[in-house]
């Protein structure tokens, strides 16, 4: 019998470990055109995020959004959009991301109350969606195709 593994790397899959934090959150590593953070996998979440204090960091091209972003104990929170983005999560890439902006403050407080440390974003269900995603929650291992 195969392995999840090789069964997905044969069907053109790629695989990027994932860490479990304090918080029982998977974390992933990822880029942002060209640039790393640290960034929850959110099922959950419909929009790939990042930060305000992270424009600068990922080279981000903002504009004004009337969509208001909710989530995490937090309602109605102005949020920016950029578009035309690279998203590398370990050998998956994918171009002309769109990423919603937003006041990440409450969920890195949260985090660091729990001896997590904070991140640049979470990863969406649009991009898990658009990626194919799989997650081995024993192995603690992301594929995307």
């Not at 424009?55 to 109605?76: C, D, M, P, R, V």
């Not at 660091?112 to 979470?122: M, S």
Request: hydrophobic share 40%; proline share 1%; aromatic share 8%.
């Amino acid at each position: 019998m195969l392995s999840l593994k090789k069964f997905l790397t044969e069907k053109g899959y790629f695989k990027t470990s994932l860490v479990l934090t304090n918080t029982n959150h998977f974390e992933v590593t990822a880029k942002i055109n060209e640039i790393e953070g640290r960034f929850i996998l959110d099922t959950g979440a419909s929009n790939t995020c990042v930060g305000f204090d992270c424009i600068e960091h990922f080279n981000l091209i903002t504009q004004e959004s009337e969509i208001k972003a909710a989530g995490a104990g937090a309602t109605n929170m102005v949020t920016q959009i950029s578009k035309k983005n690279s998203l590398e999560i370990g050998n998956w890439k994918k171009d002309k991301v769109k990423i919603v902006l937003f006041d990440l403050t409450h969920v890195n407080s949260a985090l660091t109350i729990h001896d997590a440390l904070p991140v640049h974003g979470i990863i969406g269900a649009d991009m898990l969606k658009k990626g194919k995603a799989i997650i081995d929650y024993e192995k603690k291992i992301l594929f995307l195709k």
